[in-house]
């Protein structure tokens, strides 16, 4: 991993996090993997099968196993943006809260897309009650709602689409 490409998301980069999360174009996101495996059976599983370094023992003895700043690196094939909103949902509950609270579209698709893909339940469910508030399947709540200028909804349909979300479609 070359360093002078590597950028910390200071939010998502606790001190005393035991593990590293690179998304696309080297972001990077130390946290913890008691909680991502507390929480997503996916990460459960990535992180069971993985060998990582012991603190007893050297850097070169876990041969294959990336570290940097003495953790062990996972290299996620998701979007920095998506991973940042996932991620972001997922240690700081005040970011992504229930609605009625407002959010963005793209922290919505982030968080439906990556709560999907890890299989996060209660983040996947709260970003499709969102989508559904922000996307009503009346058109008359829609035209109340939306007026003549519609958020995005062709994004609402390729995340409805893309998260097996088909009472949105």
């Not at 696309?24 to 996101?29: D, I, R, S, T």
């Not at 996932?86 to 959010?103: H, M, N, V």
């Not at 970003?127 to 058109?139: D, E, F, N, T, V």
Request: charged fraction near 20%; proline fraction near 7%; glycine fraction near 6%.
């Amino acid at each position: 991993m070359d360093a002078s490409t590597l950028e910390r998301v200071d939010a998502l980069w606790f001190p005393d996090g035991n593990i590293i999360l690179s998304a696309h174009g080297g972001v990077l996101f130390r946290v913890f993997r008691g909680i991502l495996a507390a929480r997503s059976p996916v990460f459960a599983d990535m992180l069971a099968s993985l060998a990582f370094p012991q603190p007893a023992r050297s850097v070169e003895a876990d041969a294959g196993v990336e570290t940097l700043d003495g953790c062990p690196v996972l290299h996620l094939d998701d979007s920095a943006a998506d991973a940042m909103y996932f991620l972001k949902a997922l240690f700081d509950y005040e970011f992504f809260a229930p609605y009625p609270a407002r959010t963005d579209f793209d922290a919505i698709h982030g968080v439906l897309r990556l709560g999907t893909k890890y299989r996060v339940e209660p983040l996947r469910r709260r970003a499709l009650r969102h989508l559904a508030s922000a996307h009503p399947m009346r058109l008359g709540v829609w035209d109340r709602l939306c007026g003549a200028s519609p958020s995005s909804p062709a994004g609402a349909v390729a995340a409805s689409a893309a998260s097996s979300a088909s009472s949105l479609l």
